[in-house]
C-alpha cells in the first residue's frame, strides 16, 4: 500500500519554481498531497483532487509550508576548535597572518589528524543534528582537513557512517573529497609536489576505499595556495575516477578560479568575493552555479561582499551557504545566511530563499530538493509566522521549523 497523506490546514505554500530560475509559487490556504515520501500534488485547498479525498491529513497548524533548506558548502568534520585565535583577530591580526605563523589551518589539520574515526563520526552527528533543528535537510560536506592520504580515508569513512545514520537522523548528504584544501606541512610549500600526490595517489586511493561515498572533488585555488593549471589538472583525476568539479575560487583574491570552473564543468564555483565579469559570464554560460558564502564575509570582518547582484545581472543562478568550518566561519544556521543574503548580498528575500533551496539543490545536481513540486522529497519545513518575510525583518529571532509527523 502507498503511503498516502495530504497536508491542509496552512496558512499557505511557498516554493520556487523549478522549471524556471527566479520565479516563486506563493498560494494562500495551500494543501500538499504526498505519496511515499515525494510531493504528488500541490495547489489551492479547495482544488484538492477528488481522488485524495479519502487519505489521512495532517494538520499543518496554520503554518506556512516551504521546502527544506539544502546547504551546499560545508566542512562539517574537524578536531577541536579555533575560538583561541578570534579574539587575535578580533585585535586586527589577519587570517593569512595567524596562517603564516602556523596557526589557522594547520592548528585544525593536527587536531583532525589525532581524531578517530568514532570520534569524528560522534561530533558529525552532533553537528548534523544542529543543522537539522534549523531546517537544513541536506547537506554537502568535505574533507579537507587531513591534508594525507590516512587522516583523510577516515574523514572519508566518517562520512560514509554518517550517510548511513541520514535517514535516522532526518539529513542527507553529499561528500566532496578536498583533500587539496590547503598544502600539507610536509610539502612545505611545494604545491607542485602536493597537487602530484592528490591527483596521482590519494584522490585514486580514496574513491578505491570508498567506493560511491563521494560525488565530487573540490581544490582551493587561491594565490599562494594552488594555481588555476593545477587546480585543472587535478579536476582531470577526479573526472577519470567520477567525480564532479567544485572549487573554493577567488576568495582572497581574483585568480580566475570562475573561469576555470567554467572550463571544466564544474557543478559550482564558491565564494567569490573577487570573481570578475569575464567569470561571471561564464559561469552563467556554462551552467556553473556560484555558491556564495556571506557569513565567512562577516565572521572575517572583510568588507568584499560576493557580487551577488551583478552575478544574477550576468544570467547566474546564485546559491547561499554557510561554509560551516572552525576558521572562518563556525556557524550552522541558515537563517544568519538568508538575512544575511538578503542585508548584505542585497538579495530579495525571494531570491535568498531560492537561492538557499532550489539553486542550492541545482549545486548539487539535484533536481528533487529545494523545491515542493510534484516529484520533490517531501522535505517540508513549516513555519508558525504570519508572513515568510518576518524570518529575516525580526532581526535575530531564533526561529525554528517544525516538521511533518512521521
Ligand atoms: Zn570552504
Redesign the pocket.
Known amino acids: 500500500m502507498a503511503d498516502r497523506r495530504v497536508l491542509t490546514n496552512l496558512r499557505g505554500l511557498w516554493t520556487p519554481d523549478p522549471a524556471r530560475a527566479w520565479a516563486v509559487d506563493r498560494i494562500p490556504g495551500a494543501a500538499l498531497a504526498l505519496e511515499d515520501g515525494r510531493v504528488a500534488w500541490m495547489g489551492r485547498a479547495g482544488d484538492l483532487p477528488a481522488a485524495w479525498a479519502d487519505a489521512p491529513e495532517v494538520d499543518g497548524g496554520g503554518a506556512w509550508a516551504t521546502p527544506g533548506f539544502v546547504d551546499p558548502?560545508t566542512?562539517l568534520l574537524f578536531g577541536g576548535n579555533r575560538s583561541g585565535e578570534f579574539n587575535r583577530r578580533l585585535a586586527g591580526v589577519s587570517y593569512q597572518q595567524i596562517a603564516a605563523e602556523g596557526g589557522g589551518i594547520r592548528e585544525t589539520v593536527r587536531a583532525t589528524r589525532e581524531a578517530s574515526v568514532d570520534e569524528l563520526v560522534a561530533t558529525g552527528e552532533a553537528r548534523l543534528q544542529a543543522f537539522r533543528q534549523r531546517g537544513v535537510v541536506h547537506l554537502e560536506c568535505?574533507t579537507g582537513y587531513g591534508l594525507e592520504l590516512e587522516s583523510e580515508s577516515r574523514l572519508t569513512a566518517a562520512y560514509a557512517e554518517l550517510k548511513r545514520r541520514g535517514p535516522s537522523l532526518g539529513i542527507s548528504l553529499d561528500v566532496t573529497l578536498l583533500p587539496a584544501h590547503d598544502i600539507a606541512p610536509e610539502f612545505a610549500g611545494d604545491a607542485e609536489a602536493n597537487l602530484r600526490a592528490v591527483a596521482e595517489d590519494w584522490l585514486p586511493e580514496l574513491v578505491r576505499r570508498h567506493p560511491g561515498v563521494a560525488r565530487f572533488c573540490d581544490i582551493f585555488v587561491e594565490t599562494g595556495v594552488y594555481t588555476v593549471d593545477q587546480g585543472r589538472r587535478m579536476f582531470e583525476a577526479g573526472k577519470r575516477l567520477g567525480l564532479i568539479p567544485r572549487v573554493?575560487a577567488d576568495e582572497l583574491t581574483w585568480t580566475g578560479g570562475a573561469e576555470l570552473a567554467a572550463e571544466v564543468g564544474a557543478a559550482s564555483a564558491?565564494?567569490l568575493m573577487f570573481c570578475s565579469e569575464a567569470g561571471m559570464k561564464a559561469m552563467a554560460a556554462a551552467d556553473v552555479t556560484p555558491v556564495l558564502?556571506p557569513a565567512t564575509t562577516l565572521f572575517l570582518g572583510m568588507r568584499d561582499w560576493a557580487p551577488a547582484r551583478k552575478m544574477i545581472e550576468a544570467g547566474c543562478r546564485v546559491a547561499l551557504a554557510t561554509?560551516f568550518?572552525p576558521g572562518s566561519c563556525p556557524c550552522v544556521d541558515p537563517l544568519t545566511i538568508l538575512r544575511l543574503g538578503c542585508l548584505q548580498l542585497r538579495m530579495t528575500f525571494e531570491e535568498a530563499f531560492t537561492a538557499m533551496t532550489l539553486h542550492a539543490a541545482r549545486s548539487l545536481r539535484r533536481d528533487d530538493l529545494g523545491h515542493l513540486h510534484p516529484g520533490a522529497r517531501a522535505e517540508v519545513l513549516l513555519w508558525d509566522v504570519e508572513e515568510l518575510l518576518e524570518l529575516v525583518y525580526w532581526v535575530g529571532e531564533p526561529y525554528r521549523p517544525r516538521f511533518l509527523g512521521a
Open positions: 558548502h566542512h568535505k573554493h564558491d565564494h558564502l561554509d568550518n
